[in-house]
């Protein structure tokens, strides 16, 4: 089945600088891929996905990117804030496996002012 | 609309006790999941539904059961509750398709089994 990894598990970044979330998977056959995001004892947000036939989307300050040859995506947040402070899950789907979205272990944002 | 809808929102239980989780969702979602969150292993899927009857095993299946007799209603069975149970529980559902595969998430139930 696929697998995703997600690094790094923790990220500290100040305020106004930009972070990164990388991702990789393991089955070329994956073709969506979202972004999520859990506030702490909230529930999963999506904040921004990706498909196979696009290498990059941007939505404000929030981008991804996708390689599809070496099989990993990344979140990057630029202009940080304090309430980006969360724990954000990539993850991946792929047609064959109907509609279930394997995660990554999620890498938890601490953005200080 | 109501959302996902999930009860209880804390649960504890002894060893051995069964409990049903329950998830309703009101946005005529086809497909609905359920997921455990554990720290620092994320989230992993339990079993699924992509309709009304039909029903499927995700990742960690052991230890639950699930059916889906109507479009709304998708409860997780755990017939003898175990500690390594203990967890916060997610249901998600989304619309049929790819034109938007957004996932709904509940608002979690935290289970401990003691």
């Known amino acids: 089945g696929e697998n995703v990894e997600q690094h790094p598990s923790t990220l500290s970044v100040q305020e106004g600088d930009s972070a990164v979330i990388k991702c990789t998977y393991s089955d070329s056959a994956s073709n969506y891929f979202p972004w999520y995001k859990q506030e702490l004892g909230k529930r999963p947000q999506l904040i921004i996905d990706i498909r196979s036939n696009v290498g990059e989307k941007k939505d404000q300050r929030i981008a991804v990117t996708l390689n599809k040859t070496a099989k990993h995506f990344s979140l990057h947040i630029t202009e940080t804030q304090p309430e980006d402070s969360a724990v954000y899950f990539c993850?991946?789907?792929?047609?064959?496996?109907?509609?279930?979205?394997?995660f990554g272990k999620g890498t938890s944002l601490l953005v200080t002012p | 609309n109501a959302g996902v809808t999930q009860t209880p929102k804390f649960q504890v239980l002894k060893t051995g006790q069964s409990m049903t989780l329950q998830c309703a969702q009101d946005?005529?979602?086809?497909?609905m999941s359920w997921y455990r969150q554990d720290p620092g292993m994320g989230l992993r899927l339990i079993h699924y539904?992509?309709?009304?009857?039909?029903?499927d095993q995700g990742e960690v299946p052991n230890g639950y059961n699930v059916s889906r007799s109507t479009t709304e209603d998708f409860p997780l069975r755990l017939l003898s509750a175990a500690p390594s149970q203990t967890s916060v529980y997610f249901c998600?559902?989304?619309?049929?398709?790819?034109?938007?595969?957004?996932?709904?998430f509940g608002s979690g139930t935290q289970l401990s089994v003691l």
């Open positions: 946005m005529n979602h086809e497909y």
């Open positions: 993850a991946a789907r792929n047609s064959n496996s109907g509609y279930a979205l394997n």
């Open positions: 539904s992509v309709g009304a009857g039909i029903t």
């Open positions: 998600a559902s989304r619309k049929p398709g790819t034109a938007n595969e957004k996932l709904f």
